[in-house]
């Protein structure tokens, strides 16, 4: 599967935004899917995954109640909605997923698929 992350961009402290993974090639919903950011300087982190029917989620502690990820199976794609940015939200989001994913919580080392990244900038 390939997958084209999209959406960021340069925004206000308090903005929101909605990123887009969609994908290609084999069904995506045979996989799970996460979002993962890195930071300048900091280690990539998970953010948010989401289950192959779509119905089970799961979030790193500093996007509960603010980012909200869902998938349109009909598109092939998964979002993140992301309200209420901070610049510590300041970095390139990756999406990723894998096949053989069991849990929506899972570390990036466990997911084969990649997308190339898309740079998110939250000014004060």
């Known amino acids: 599967v390939q997958l084209q992350a999209s959406g960021g961009g340069l925004v206000q402290v308090g903005a929101c935004l909605r990123l887009?993974?969609?994908?290609?090639?084999?069904?995506?919903?045979?996989?799970?899917v996460g979002w993962f950011r890195q930071a300048p300087g900091k280690e990539r982190e998970f953010v948010a995954g989401i289950s192959r029917g779509g119905g089970s989620t799961a979030y790193a502690d500093s996007a509960i109640g603010r980012f909200t990820i869902y998938r349109d199976h009909a598109k092939n794609t998964v979002y993140l909605q992301m309200l209420g940015l901070s610049p510590e939200d300041t970095a390139v989001y990756y999406c990723?997923?894998?096949?053989?994913?069991?849990?929506?919580?899972?570390?990036?080392?466990?997911?084969?698929?990649w997308g190339q990244g898309t740079l998110v900038t939250v000014s004060s």
């Open positions: 887009s993974c969609a994908a290609s090639g084999r069904t995506f919903r045979d996989y799970v």
């Open positions: 990723a997923a894998d096949g053989k994913l069991r849990n929506t919580r899972f570390e990036s080392n466990e997911a084969a698929y």
